[in-house]
């Protein structure tokens, strides 16, 4: 008897990957196309494991190659490409590019991304290189995994385009089931700004602009310089940690103005630093780490003449807004880099990648890859009318996000002088913890006002207690905290036939003070009636969103921690500032205190934007639930109508 055995792969090919023959000629379109030419190439891929039945649910390895190549007239300068995934991809590699975003690989791209180029970020002309391929043009290897589309279905994505100001791009085509490409030509609509024509790219707005200038070039070193502007009426940071990426083996030997949270050699004397600087006393290097984390110096060593002197350092990490003090929104430090082999001449300078910037309750930013700009120009230190120059420049923008849901770092709570609840910070506004055994989706429980005043932890009995008096619902099991360092509550205090009053309160439940603190209340239709705060400095600021602008009183800029109670078991006490503000409705009319015109549609403290309620309180009890329902009230309604018909017949 024979026996068969068949064992099966399953494997989807768009062309052979490790094909080793002639290229195959370019299609008609790129040869016709006159800008830049995107294309993208599905190659293969592989099931993964575990293998599922369900094929929505199936994982699968797969490859593709994404090309850009300059076939215009002008040289294509830090190039960004959107490649439209679908799938649920989750990108393992991009060699030739990085994430715009400055994500890590694996990276998930379901809903898209932006590849921008490394090392090779500019695309030159074919006419000033003689049609050299390898410099007009880069090919991006895309090794992920993608969820679904059974074979022989080719998971591709929906869109190709360049992402460069001055491109416009049609609807890519499809050419075969595995190949997508577009033609993207200069926009003549696209009205560039008028600017100083520079050899490079000209510098970027953003709501925070990051520069790394090198001052000072050697063979085996270089010295570089990293300022940190804010650019946004709002923006701030607080105890900032900057982190990068190194691409090329380097190392941080020396810094001034500010230092890295991990100070160990050990790295480069295992790694190829080791074996290169055999001589060097790695004890004394400041940092050998690939993504080195780095934060600014306490005020105490602005002075020193070691690893201080230096102009706008040295602040505990506070870069506040130019509306505040504008000598306070910049930060600089420099670090002594030093690099290894092939790098080893003055010239051949890489900026560290993936930049990232985060504080402690601050904006969520998001950065962009450096981009080569002019250098940056000084004023001479000795003080004469000259300039002195970096050797070279690069500028990393980073732009402010709007918090996830669940992911803020503050929130705001609701009442009002015509309800007796109070709404409360939303259920895991700052985030829950997957292990938490309270009910992660339940709405938060009204609360007497008293309540606001003491720690969740002890709210627990006044919030049952509260239920019970106004027939309020229980939660099983009851919902969890918003776990946020830092609450503000909006409360509507009067409101009479020429005007109203709101009174805010900030709390702070961290042990950590915050210094220079402030306040962003951006309020729809109430903003024109801003008349007056009382115990803070305000200042409305109609061309930001209609915005009014809190902060503390001199001698009152301190919002302090968290501190224990007066007496042994007595809940801890949250630090807290509070005053009233008062609104005329001169400029106002139909303004509807009741229905919630006079709650803020925004709240910002320092710069990070407040999880809101989903619901206003409401006169009464109304809109809050109870166990009372509507159709039971219009049955009652109806019975007892009827029963007085009754009565008036006999």
């Not at 039945?53 to 960004?80: D, H, R, V, Y």
């Amino acid at each position: 008897m024979l026996f068969v055995l068949f064992y099966r792969v399953e494997v989807c090919h768009g062309q052979d990957y490790d094909d080793d023959t002639e290229p195959a000629a370019p299609p008609p379109e790129q040869e016709h196309c006159n800008g830049i030419f995107l294309s993208y190439t599905f190659i293969s891929r592989k099931k993964e494991f575990p293998h599922l039945k369900n094929a929505s649910a199936q994982a699968w390895a797969f490859k593709s190659i994404a090309t850009i190549l300059n076939a215009g007239e002008e040289e294509l300068q830090a190039w960004k490409m959107f490649i439209g995934f679908q799938h649920k991809e989750i990108l393992v590699s991009a060699s030739g590019a990085v994430l715009v975003d400055s994500s890590d690989f694996p990276a998930a791209v379901g809903n898209g991304t932006y590849l921008a180029g490394y090392p090779m970020a500019n695309l030159k002309t074919s006419i000033e290189t003689a049609l050299d391929l390898d410099q007009i043009q880069v090919k991006v290897d895309i090794i992920g995994t993608q969820f679904g589309v059974k074979p022989p279905g080719v998971p591709m994505p929906k869109t190709i385009r360049l992402e460069n100001d001055g491109y416009r791009c049609p609807a890519p085509r499809r050419r075969g089931p595995s190949s997508m490409l577009v033609c993207c030509t200069k926009d003549p609509k696209y009205k560039a700004k008028k600017l100083k024509k520079t050899k490079f790219l000209p510098r970027q707005d953003g709501d925070l602009s990051l520069t790394y200038d090198v001052l000072q070039a050697y063979p085996m070193n270089y010295l570089a310089q990293v300022t940190i502007d804010n650019n946004h009426p709002l923006g701030r940071l607080d105890h900032w940690n900057l982190t990068w990426e190194w691409m090329r083996g380097e190392f941080i030997s020396t810094m001034r103005g500010a230092y890295t949270h991990k100070k160990d050699g050990s790295g480069c004397i295992y790694g190829p630093a080791g074996v290169y600087y055999s001589d060097l006393d790695f004890s004394q290097v400041m940092n050998c780490d690939k993504k080195p984390v780095m934060t600014d110096l306490p005020p105490y060593l602005a002075n020193d003449t070691k690893v201080g002197k230096l102009p706008y350092c040295c602040r505990n990490g506070t870069i506040l807004p130019k509306l505040m003090d504008e000598s306070k929104a910049r930060s600089i430090f420099q670090l002594q880099v030093y690099k290894l082999p092939p790098d080893l001449n003055r010239t051949s300078l890489n900026p560290p990648q993936k930049w990232s910037i985060v504080g402690v309750v601050n904006p969520h930013y998001k950065c962009g890859p450096p981009i080569r700009v002019d250098p940056t120009e000084f004023p001479d230190p000795s003080g004469i009318q000259a300039t002195i120059a970096a050797i070279a420049s690069w500028q990393v923008v980073c732009n402010i996000t709007r918090p996830k849901v669940k992911q803020a770092r503050c929130c705001v709570s609701f009442s009002a002088y015509y309800n007796a609840s109070v709404i409360p910070c939303n259920t895991c506004a700052c985030g829950c913890k997957e292990s938490d055994t309270c009910n992660q989706n339940a709405r938060a429980m009204f609360l007497p006002a008293e309540a606001l005043l003491v720690p969740f932890a002890n709210r627990t009995e006044k919030a049952k207690a509260w239920a019970k008096i106004k027939h309020y619902p229980v939660p099983n099991p009851l919902p969890c905290p918003d776990n946020c360092g830092v609450s503000i509550n909006w409360h509507i205090d009067t409101d009479y036939r020429n005007g109203w009053t709101a009174r805010v309160t900030l709390f702070n439940w961290d042990v950590t003070p915050f210094v220079d603190w402030y306040t962003a209340i951006q309020m729809k239709k109430a903003f024109p009636g801003f008349e007056k705060v009382y115990s803070f400095n305000g200042t409305s600021l109609p061309d930001i969103n209609n915005t009014i602008f809190f902060q503390g009183l001199q001698g009152l800029n301190f919002l302090m921690g968290e501190t224990n109670g007066t007496k042994m078991n007595e809940p801890r006490v949250p630090g807290k500032q509070q005053s009233v503000i008062s609104f005329s409705k001169k400029h106002t009319p139909g303004l509807d205190i009741q229905r919630g015109d006079g709650f803020p549609s925004r709240v910002l403290f320092n710069g990070e934007e407040c999880a809101l309620p989903l619901e206003f309180p409401r006169p009464g009890n109304a809109g809050h639930q109870s166990r009372v329902h509507f159709l039971a009230v219009i049955f009652i309604t109806v019975i007892t109508f009827m029963l007085m018909t009754d009565r008036f017949h006999i």
